[in-house]
């Protein structure tokens, strides 16, 4: 199975600030990568695929870039209600696996 | 509106079997993959199967091969996961979740609320 490793696993930002998330995979994935972000005690959202294309309805602060093995998600600007956890999924192999997920947590 | 429900947790004995079942409204279900996905209390998101459109093919993770099973009725626009031999480590959020397709891109785009399955003597 492709092991996704996210870094930080948690980070304390301040609103207005910029956040980087990276993800790296043990292999390859040729940007077959998703973001989602979850809210506790709440089902994930879609953010993101193909690691750079924003979903419909998920504001332009979010972007997504990288290739190979490794990839960021960014949120140039931290707004209050962008606090939760976010994960990268691969769906380069047919066995999908997920990142540990990183918590954004008011600084 | 696209909506996912999902049923049929609840709290089960080691060596127990539990099938739970999710619900889709709003589109045309027999047109996407379908996924479960579940989530440890506190922790992480872990993929756990995948089905194709019509059934005839599906994929596990390696922690749930050979003892879970994942189906679905078109019929009756819903989607399952048998669940045998249940441990302790099985205990989960589990959320099933629609797949799309963008231009060699798949991914979960609708999530159900999820169902809690809880194994413990």
């Known amino acids: 199975d492709i092991q996704m490793t996210q870094s930080p696993s948690s980070l304390s930002a301040s609103v207005g600030d910029r956040v980087t998330i990276t993800c790296r995979a043990s292999?390859?994935?040729?940007?077959?990568l998703a973001w989602y972000q979850q809210e506790p005690g709440k089902a994930p959202k879609l953010l993101l695929y193909g690691a750079s294309r924003l979903e419909r309805g998920v504001p332009s602060r979010f972007s997504g870039s990288g290739s190979g093995t490794d990839y960021t998600l960014t949120i140039s600007s931290l707004q209050p209600e962008d606090f939760a956890t976010y994960y990268c999924q691969q769906y380069y192999s047919t066995t999908l696996t997920f990142g540990g997920g990183t918590k954004v947590e008011i600084k | 509106e696209v909506q996912l429900v999902e049923s049929g947790g609840g709290l089960v004995q080691p060596g127990g079997s539990l099938r739970l079942s999710c619900a889709a409204s709003?589109?045309?279900?027999?047109?996407?993959?379908m996924h479960w996905v579940r989530q440890d209390p506190g922790r992480g998101l872990v993929w756990v199967s995948r089905?194709?459109?019509?059934?005839?093919?599906?994929t596990y993770a390696d922690s749930v091969k050979g003892r879970f099973t994942i189906s679905r009725d078109n019929a009756k626009n819903t989607l399952y996961l048998q669940m045998n031999g249940l441990r302790a480590e099985d205990t989960a959020v589990y959320y099933c979740?629609?797949?799309?397709?963008?231009?060699?891109?798949?991914?979960?785009?609708?999530w159900g609320q999820g169902t809690l399955v809880t194994v413990s003597s």
């Open positions: 979740a629609r797949e799309t397709s963008i231009g060699g891109s798949y991914f979960s785009d609708y």
């Open positions: 089905i194709q459109r019509d059934g005839s093919s599906t």
């Open positions: 709003g589109f045309t279900f027999s047109s996407y993959w």
């Open positions: 292999q390859g994935i040729s940007s077959s």
